[in-house]
């Protein structure tokens, strides 16, 4: 592996985050510009969204049964346990629900997109794209990020749901609390705000998956092996950018709604 | 003696009269990570011209077509292409004339996930505007003229390596451009599917008289092309008879270290006493 200089390692790095950019801003504007592609469009959303149904059913569903088993516990110590389906609900809608299920959507999206693109780079096939007069930004990324927001919204909805009912069914069959109980003071204990906060983030998570999986699949070089490279940091990349947005997302979002 | 009866059906593209060029490289200059590939090449390709360019590999010879359909920018010089400064032009303006031009990529560049029909359709269906009907009739006439209108609903993967070259040709005459960029087209193939292509190509110049730029490492293929004609009557490509002149010019240019060595006809070829080229011939 080539040794740089801090200088140069630094400018590589700018490039990058300037590229990234780049392409993450061409993909917004290409949507108020000619051709829009709705096929492409519908195709990734069945890709990204009917695609990760099993795997984010399976996240929430446990998440929710796990989170239920470890408050619980706490619970139980301050005698609290009716409050479990307020803090399972609290817990899945404005956090867990929507990184959980980002982070499983960016696993499996984020390095499919990296590599088959990737693929398409170092097979000429993106060249032969724009040599047809085709922008493969309108054709191939600006699709994906508007499907990939698209659908995990609806995912991290689904996620939620699945969750709180993983939760109030692990409650009551192992617990022995009251499964409506649960539901009802699970369902009241949610505000709008905490809607606003859990469903803000998929839309944030949702370009972040798309943009990072798709310009590192751009930028791929260096035949079969630099897709494979191109393809983990991708993952690598969207997982960490959605912990860290995640965090000054919600103390942005909790500043706003006077939340201490 | 006049050029043989070449017997030509309606063209695909009407060729022009002139002798206008069509491609013009005015002292282009292009390098990567600091090491020159391109020195300050000048060159023009005349409308119904067919130019082969030769060089050893990493010459310079792909990223000299690259830059023609405006993939590249060069570091110095300007390349006009149909009239337009390319190096100057905006990505979007770019597309628009790349419409006009038809490519065949070295390794095909076939859309794997695509059957030949869609890959062959592609620009076809990116216009948007035109009916499916017309479409398919298209396509089909298109993979008839590389003989392939059988593998229409397979995908590139099942196809052989000549194949894809065949169905890359097919999408590249498609929409009927105005000038066409060969890179290495023969390049990887057995003798006898090298022989197929580059009468596909030969057909292709003759029949419609695009002009084309066509890059190789394989002399052989130039002067085959060169020194024979397309027969539409017996449907193969015939050797010209000894002292004619193909009916749609051909010239060849050689590059060497970034530099064009050679510019000049295939009798001037034949003439050449520079000892590069003339090892290069033998």
């Known amino acids: 592996m080539e040794l740089l200089s801090p200088a140069e390692f630094a400018k590589e790095k700018l490039q990058a985050v300037e590229d990234y950019s780049l392409l993450a801003g061409q993909s917004i504007v290409n949507l108020f510009r000619h051709p829009r592609y709705f096929a492409d469009m519908i195709q990734q959303a069945d890709l990204v969204g009917f695609g990760s149904l099993p795997v984010v059913v399976l996240t929430g569903g446990f998440t929710g049964a796990v989170l239920t088993l470890n408050s619980a516990n706490s619970l139980q110590r301050f005698g609290s346990l009716s409050l479990l389906g307020q803090l399972v609900s609290v817990g899945m809608v404005r956090e867990l629900g929507p990184v959980l299920t980002g982070l499983m959507v960016a696993g499996r999206n984020a390095s499919g997109m990296a590599s088959e693109l990737g693929s398409m780079v170092v097979t000429e096939q993106i060249d032969a794209m724009r040599a047809l007069g085709t922008d493969p930004m309108k054709k191939l990324v600006t699709p994906r990020v508007v499907s990939t927001v698209f659908m995990l919204f609806f995912l991290t909805i689904i996620s939620d749901l699945l969750g709180l009912t993983g939760g109030g069914l692990f409650a009551s069959l192992l617990l022995g609390l009251d499964f409506h109980q649960y539901w009802s003071s699970a369902w009241q204990i949610l505000q709008y705000q905490d809607l606003f906060m859990g469903l803000m983030k998929p839309l944030l998570f949702g370009f972040i998956i798309s943009t990072v999986g798709c310009y590192y699949g751009m930028s791929a070089r260096g035949g079969t092996q630099g897709v494979g490279r191109a393809t983990t940091q991708a993952v690598v990349a969207s997982s960490l950018m959605i912990i860290v947005v995640d965090l000054i997302a919600t103390k942005f979002l909790m500043s706003i709604f006077g939340y201490r | ?282």
């Open chain 2, 1 to 282: 003696m006049s050029a043989p009866p070449t017997t030509l059906e309606q063209p695909l593209t009407p060729a022009a009269g002139s002798v206008s060029p069509i491609l013009v490289f005015e002292n282009v200059s292009i390098g990567f990570e600091d090491k020159p590939v391109l020195n300050a090449i000048s060159f023009h390709l005349n409308r119904g011209e067919t130019k082969a360019i030769f060089g050893i590999a990493g010459s310079g010879k792909s990223t000299l077509l690259k830059l023609a359909l405006g993939l590249f920018k060069p570091d110095a010089g300007r390349i006009q292409v149909l009239g337009d400064d390319v190096t100057q032009m905006p990505e979007d303006a770019l597309f628009e004339l790349r419409r006009k031009i038809g490519m065949v990529f070295q390794e095909s560049a076939l859309f794997d996930s695509l059957t030949v029909r869609e890959n062959v359709a592609f620009r076809l269906l990116e216009e948007g505007d035109i009916p499916e009907d017309e479409v398919e009739q298209r396509v089909r006439e298109a993979l008839s003229f590389v003989e392939l209108e059988s593998t229409i609903e397979k995908f590139p993967s099942e196809l052989s390596g000549g194949m894809r070259r065949r169905v890359a040709i097919a999408r590249a005459i498609i929409a009927h451009p105005e000038l066409l960029f060969y890179d290495s087209p023969t390049g990887g193939l057995d003798p006898v599917t090298s022989t197929t292509i580059v009468q596909l190509i030969v057909k292709q110049r003759d029949v419609s008289k695009t002009s084309a730029l066509l890059v190789t490492h394989r002399l052989q293929d130039a002067f085959t092309m060169a020194t024979h004609y397309f027969d539409r009557k017996a449907n193969e490509m015939r050797p010209l008879p000894p002292g004619a002149r193909a009916e749609v010019p051909m010239s060849f240019l050689i590059l060497r270290d970034g530099n064009i060595i050679f510019d000049g006809d295939v009798h001037e070829l034949a003439r050449t006493k520079d000892e590069y080229i003339r090892e290069y011939v033998a």
